[in-house]
């Protein structure tokens, strides 16, 4: 389901992405027409680098997308992930420009898909539509920040907890989070290794749990406190930029 029902002046009857629910409803009405539902499955490429940017995907529900960049020695480094509070391809441009990173399906669900042309031509007839996706290009641009700090001075621990609790926002809460060892590897930008001597330190402390392809959390407010702030400071971000739209446990629950 890519919907939830709700009253429509709050957006709820739209699709269950934060930035669409975001946009007034004359706003919405401009693009609505244009928005194609499909489901996604992990590890669905969208973008190679180079492509041309046609499409702009918006994440609803739990589904994630990332952002990883090639490098010479043939690994992926995943930079951020975007969820139901955001979209990828095509934002702010008009589009066919070339794609800069690889994108990927991160958990496969809902997505909605916007030709970027209808989305500029929305953008022409709406300052307001134009500022939403201003102050959400942003918000990622924050995000990328944030991401170059976190990994220069934070520990593989407080990383790894940050990624698991960043992934259990955009999935409501949920103590299952589909995140392997070798995915995690990659959003850390480390061997399988190190973050596998991180997840048995966790077990060993009662924090988690490891099941086949993904993690149980056992007590989220110890994996809190083990994380970094990065994640607070994003969504501190979020909230003076966008307000409502970055994903909160507390938000899925409504």
């Known amino acids: 389901m890519t919907e939830r029902r709700g009253n429509a002046a709050d957006g709820a009857d739209r699709p269950y992405n934060n930035l669409l629910r975001r946009l007034s409803a004359s706003d919405f009405a401009l693009i609505e027409p244009h928005l194609a539902h499909e489901e996604a ?67 496969g669900g809902p997505f909605v898909r916007l030709h970027v042309r209808k989305l500029h031509a929305a953008k022409l007839q709406s300052a307001t539509l134009r500022n939403v996706f201003a102050r959400y290009a942003d918000c990622l641009l924050a995000q990328i920040f944030q991401a170059t700090a976190c990994n220069a001075i934070h520990s593989i621990e407080q990383r790894t907890a940050k990624w698991i609790v960043s992934a259990m926002e955009r999935i409501d809460g949920n103590e299952v989070v589909p995140l392997t060892h070798e995915q995690l590897a990659t959003l850390l930008g480390v061997g399988r290794s190190y973050t596998s001597r ?35 400071s994003v969504r501190n971000h979020f909230e003076e930029v966008l307000r409502g739209v970055y994903p909160t446990e507390e938000a899925g629950k409504g």
């Open 41 to 107: 499955h992990g590890r669905d490429l969208l973008y190679n680098p180079g492509d041309d940017v046609e499409t702009v995907h918006f994440p609803c529900g739990p589904s994630l997308a990332s952002y990883l960049v090639p490098n010479e020695d043939g690994r992926d480094v995943e930079t951020i992930l975007v969820g139901r509070e955001g979209a990828v391809g095509g934002i702010v441009s008009e589009g066919y420009l070339p794609a800069y990173t690889r994108i990927t399906v991160k958990f």
């Open 198 to 232: 991180v997840i048995q330190t966790f077990k060993a402390e009662g924090v988690l749990e490891t099941r086949r392809g993904s993690i149980l959390v056992r007590n989220r407010e110890a994996l809190r406190i083990r994380a970094c702030l990065c994640n607070e």
